[in-house]
């Protein structure tokens, strides 16, 4: 039973993982990583071992050729010199779910989207389940909203009338299929960060043109 309630979060500790390496300058530098879990259960009750290794398997296997699994995992990180901390906040509220987000947190690194650094200088995302659906509900300090399925792009751009538009205007025309879009914003018609959601590989003309947008002012591909 606790088995199948963790499933969804899971993949989500996992997709969280692979994200947070993939906006890393040179991913194979990471050595020390931040975990929180928040939930309205007492934090006693979170057994948290599927969840780090799952974790951990995210954060290697995109940069290595190295297999990590829930025997390995703690293993595989201590080899690599990747050291996770994991911290566990109480909520208040209905204990309906066994979490409400996990936070990853990349410390002492560069990140290739800038937007993706927290206020404190980590690369920072955090997600949630949906409907039994794995979500990103936040980028460094920004927050979006969209499932983790396909791939992703992040693009911090001007906050101005059109830009869903333009960008996939820009897709539709390469026959790139959109799942999901999001935009977070600081406050209007200053930076926002768009996170759309795609089926396909856009080729990189196609990325070529999103970044040619003048608005546009810093954007990454994220491979699920």
């Known amino acids: 039973q606790v088995l199948a309630e963790l499933k969804p979060y899971v993949v989500l500790a996992e997709q969280l993982g692979r994200l947070a390496v993939q906006l890393v300058a040179g991913g194979s530098g990471v050595k020390n990583v931040k975990v929180t879990y928040a939930s309205a259960r007492a934090t006693d009750d979170l057994d ?4 780090r290794a799952m974790i951990t398997k995210g954060i ?12 390995n995992a703690d293993y595989t990180a201590k080899q690599r010199g990747l050291r996770i901390s994991e911290e566990r906040v109480l909520l208040d509220g209905s204990p309906e779910s066994p979490l409400d987000t996990i936070t990853v ?12 650094l927290s206020e404190s200088g980590e690369v920072k995302v955090e997600g949630r ?17 969209v499932s983790l399925e396909g791939s992703i792009i992040l ?17 539709g025309e390469s026959n790139v299929n959109v799942s999901f879009m999001s935009v977070g914003r600081i406050a209007p018609r200053k930076q926002a960060v768009m996170a759309i959601g795609v089926d396909d590989m856009p080729s990189k003309e196609t990325l070529k043109k999103i970044g040619e947008i003048p608005a546009v002012e810093e954007f990454v591909f994220l491979k699920l």
């Open 105 to 116: 947190q990349l410390c002492n690194v560069e990140s290739k989207f800038a937007s993706a």
């Open 60 to 71: 290697i296997e995109p940069i290595s050729d190295v297999y990590v699994n829930l025997v």
């Open 155 to 171: 693009c911090r751009q001007v906050d101005q009338p059109g830009m869903i538009g333009t960008v996939g205007s820009i897709l």
């Open 129 to 145: 389940v949906k409907d039994g659906v794995p979500h990103l509900t936040k980028v460094g300090s920004f927050e979006v909203d």
């Open 48 to 51: 948290t071992r599927l969840l």
